[in-house]
């Protein structure tokens, strides 16, 4: 998407505007456990549209492929400040989706492009040999992989729910997994 596209799109901002309803503002979150969705970046991925959500949904991060380990610093930082330190994540929600490019492409492709780029660079090189991409192989394993690295992380509140979805693109339909 080129520069003067998205300035174009970001015009639809002037719209928007005119029927903006103000939220509450961070100081004032209600005084409640927070549930918080992992989700590929994939723009036919997006809970706020396959759960309804609207703007006073969940927090809801997104990366590619959805994958927990890019999202547990933010994870980690929500749940430290959650209406003003007062309280906590109760509810951790992982959401992969079918037909996602890292499905169809693997970590080996990824770091081997990665590699092509920076070839010149040894020390990019040996960076990208350390890198984790995340690919997804199989939907329902990498699910639970995310459920339990999250489960696991000591970071997190102790009592924290992790539930994992599959996001069917060609039914608009979600399934739990875990």
């Keep these: 998407m080129s520069a003067d596209l998205v300035r174009q799109i970001a015009m639809g901002n002037i719209d928007y505007a005119k029927n903006h309803d103000p939220s509450t503002s961070f100081k004032d979150s209600p005084d409640m456990k927070a549930v918080m ?5 994939d ?3 997006s809970p706020n549209a396959f759960w309804n959500f609207g703007e006073q949904g969940p927090a809801v ?10 999202a547990l610093r933010s994870i980690r930082t929500l749940s430290t400040i959650m209406s003003y330190g007062r309280n906590t994540v109760g509810t951790v929600v992982v959401v992969h989706h079918t037909d996602c490019g890292l499905l169809n492409f693997d970590d080996h492709y990824v770091k081997e492009k990665l590699t092509e780029r ?3 660079s040894p020390e990019l090189v040996s960076e990208v040999a350390k890198m984790e991409i995340g690919g997804l192989g199989n939907l329902e394993a990498s699910i639970k992989e995310d459920v339990e690295l999250i489960k696991a992380d000591p970071f997190l509140p102790k009592d924290v729910e992790v539930l994992g979805f599959v996001y069917d693109t060609i039914t ?7």
């Design 37 to 41: 969705v992992i989700s590929c970046m």
């Design 43 to 45: 723009p036919r991925a």
């Design 61 to 70: 991060i997104r990366n590619a492929g959805g994958r927990a380990s890019d």
């Design 118 to 120: 920076v070839k010149d």
């Design 172 to 178: 608009g339909r979600t399934t739990e997994v875990v």
